[in-house]
Each structure stands twice: as structure tokens, then as C-alpha cells.
């Protein structure tokens, strides 16, 4: 199969961030994830996320900062090339989902009570270090403005 490119939002309000559990029927049901989904051809990261977010949270939002982007091969034939995409909202929102069953708002020492796919963990891991989810609503050294990336 080879890569899929994919992108995802870590979507922080009040101070958390927003997990999603796959629901059941779809890939790697059960595993928690930032929503997000796949880079189409031709497609611009931050587009897409955009498109993904309203189709499967049926939120309008503004990717602003680039806060990780990792390969993890998930088996023999696939590699998954994430990237994940800070998009800070006002506060937290009740979520309902086309892909999802549950959702939950996490503070970083919470980052690591949830079974996370496979390709979320080094985004998960680096935000798990955090003591705080302040700054990524701002402007920080340690993030990369989008426009670097398209």
C-alpha cells in the first residue's frame, strides 16, 4: 500500500486538548486519536484538515501551528505520515462525531490514560511532557507557523 498522509488537529481550549475514540465499525476502532484524516492529492495539509474537521465534527476552525509531524510504519505495508496541527477554539465544545463514540478533554498529565493508535503517540508523547497546554494557543518558539510547511 505505502504511505497515506494524514492530518490532525490537537484542538485546545481551556487548557486541554481533544481526544476522540474511534467508534467501533471504523479502522483501528477502539483507539484514541486527534480528528483529523486523509491528506487528499494535490490537497494542502491545512485545507484538509479543515475539510476533515467539518465533515467529521461539523466545526469551522483555523489550523494556526504545526506541532508535530512523524512516520510510523503500522505493519508490513503502511506507513502513516502525520502531522499534527494546533487548533486553538474559545472553549471547550460538546462534540458529536461521524467517526467517533467518545471523546474526552485531556490536561497533559492525563495525555497517557488513554490507548492511543499508533501514529498519534509521538504527538501524545511530546505533549505529555507539557505541564501546561497554554502556550499552544500562542505563538512560541518550539512551534512552526503553518505557512512554513505548505
Known sequence: MGDLHVVAAIIVANGK??????ASHKASGGLWEFPGGKVEVGE??????????????????????????SSTRV??????????LVVPV????????????????????????LNWATPDLPAVNKLATM???????????SLQPIMKRE
Do not use: Q
Open 131 to 141: 505541564t501546561t497546554f497554554t502556550s499552544l494557543a500562542s505563538s512560541t518558539a
Open 90 to 113: 474559545e472553549k471547550i465544545f460538546p462534540v458529536v462525531s461521524s467517526d467517533h463514540d467518545d471523546f474526552t478533554w485531556l490536561s497533559p498529565g492525563e495525555m497517557m490514560s
Open 75 to 84: 505493519d508490513d505495508n503502511l506507513t502513516v505520515l502525520l502531522e499534527c
Open 17 to 22: 486538548v481533544l481526544a476522540c475514540r474511534r
Open 44 to 69: 494542502r495539509p491545512t485545507r484538509a484538515l479543515e475539510r476533515e474537521l467539518f465533515e467529521e465534527l461539523g466545526i469551522k476552525v483555523k489550523p494556526t501551528w504545526a506541532f508535530d509531524e
